[in-house]
């Protein structure tokens, strides 16, 4: 059994300050006054105990108290990614099958669903006080999030208070938690990044600074004021607060602790770049599965390891799946899915109690763990194994590169080629990009062609989603 989390850290440190966004700030007092009221007001439209409600808003103040309100009435959270289309909605709707479906604007998505509630339509209802349970079991369901549907349909994930709990316990013990902590978070609440935070918060007894959104601006301002002293990100947002920070001939100050960056590999030159600026980044590796990090590198080994995603968790273990240096990564512990719902809840997500991740990696003769790419995203091209994040690392190389994305084409004599899709900062022919290639990658490696755009395709984390290259081809 764990304690309700919300009314034991209130209890513990009820004036400390759990939320700020904009001018506003909410105490870890107010925050479980305001989540009661909400949660009385729902048992008031007849939502009890055990009921699964799935959640489509934005990230806000209000979707916090939301989630909170939710999680003190003991219901399931499905948590609905903003950015999917009604057909991606729809298919997980009917997947999780959620009793209630609550929505920050009615307007916003006409889903067909029976029982819909906006905010406001909860707000509305006086309160109906119902038992509060002290004691949660640690098997509960907590959130349900879906896999982002790389290879074939997502996958509806459990995950539980331990897996909750665990993963924030393991982090606690890597990165150490201070009383002044305050973590920036810019990713989506829906996301296992940005939920993961306010676990974090509830369990440290630590400041969220929220914002609806990433703004990489706004970001450095926050962190250079002094008032931040952790952030999650990804390849793509880290670069963009290092081009502000270049562009202004800034560095962030020594009270910025960590950068946590996951989402997949990150190119070397970005890491080098933010050494230059102080930015103390952190590679971390994890999944929807993981309720976030399995592996995190140590801030000591941070330039002596530079590239790897670190060491295992206190509680993770890691082992590689195969007779290659290179395999697939496989986890075990108390932070790994319990398993999935709907239509892949007869899938067990665990063989021989290890989660073959679809990952591909190796471990150094140190015990660190360096991701190389997805394993659906292998190019095999005249036999030859070809991982497209290597080539992406060695095209950001290039000044005039801002980002870069590669897939594999079919090809007749080959099997497979790579194809480059790459957005500037700066014009340069794809001649001279070809030039610059052949003195870093081997010729077998070589893009056979280069696309210019404007952007990546993303998912609502910014993880650069692959897929959607093959349709550009």
Request: proline share 4%; glycine share 6%.
């Amino acid at each position: 059994m764990y304690p309700n989390l919300l009314v034991k850290r209130a209890n513990l440190t009820p004036n400390r300050v759990a939320l700020r966004f904009l001018e506003k700030e909410w105490t870890f007092a107010k925050v479980l006054d305001e989540a009661s009221e909400f949660a009385e007001k729902l048992h008031t439209k007849g939502i009890t105990p055990g009921k699964r409600i799935a959640i489509l808003a934005s990230s806000s103040p209000e979707l916090v108290i939301v989630l909170h309100g939710c999680m003190q009435l003991g219901c399931e959270l499905v948590m609905l990614n903003e950015r999917l289309t009604e057909e991606e909605l729809v298919y997980q709707l009917k997947d999780s099958a959620p009793d209630y479906l609550i929505v920050d604007q009615h307007e916003k998505r006409a889903l067909p669903f029976s029982n819909k509630l906006s905010f406001d339509d909860i707000y509305v209802e006086v309160r109906t006080p119902f038992v509060v349970e002290y004691e949660w079991t640690k098997e509960r369901t907590i959130t349900i999030m879906y896999t982002s549907g790389t290879t074939g349909k997502p996958k509806g994930v459990r995950q539980s208070l331990e897996n909750h709990v665990m993963n924030a316990t393991g982090s606690a013990f890597n990165l150490g938690v201070q009383t002044d902590d305050c973590w920036l978070c810019s990713m989506p609440l829906f996301h296992i990044s940005g939920f993961s935070i306010l676990m974090r918060s509830v369990l440290y007894g630590m400041a969220v600074n929220l914002h609806t959104k990433f703004d990489a601006e706004k970001s450095v301002t926050e962190i250079l004021s002094g008032s931040v002293t952790r952030m999650s990100v990804v390849a793509v947002t880290l670069e963009r607060i290092i081009t502000v920070l270049e562009e202004q001939n800034l560095v962030f100050p020594n009270t910025f602790h960590s950068m946590l960056v996951g989402g997949g590999p990150v190119p070397l030159n970005y890491l080098e770049r933010a050494i230059e600026r102080n930015i103390p980044v952190l590679q971390t590796y994890g999944m929807t599965e993981t309720a976030s990090q399995t592996t995190t590198l140590a801030s000591e080994d941070a330039i002596r390891k530079l590239g790897s995603a670190g060491k295992p968790l206190f509680f993770a273990d890691v082992r590689i799946d195969g007779k290659e240096k290179i395999g697939e990564i496989c986890i075990k512990g108390p932070h790994v899915t319990t398993g999935y719902i709907g239509a892949s809840a007869t899938r067990s997500p665990l063989i021989d109690g290890w989660l073959h991740t679809g990952d591909m990696g190796y471990i150094d003769e140190e015990g660190y763990l360096f991701v190389v790419d997805r394993r659906s995203d292998l190019i095999i091209s005249g036999g030859e194994n070809i991982y497209p994040a290597e080539i992406e690392q060695a095209l950001v190389k290039h000044p005039a590169v801002k980002e870069a994305g590669v897939a594999g084409k079919e090809d007749a004599n080959w099997g497979q080629v790579p194809v480059a899709f790459v957005v500037l900062r700066e014009d340069v022919t794809e001649e001279t990009l070809k030039a610059f290639m052949q003195t870093q990658l081997a010729s077998y490696k070589q893009p056979v062609s280069y696309h210019f755009v404007e952007d990546l395709p993303r998912n609502a984390s910014n993880k650069l989603l692959r897929r959607e290259l093959y349709k550009w081809m």
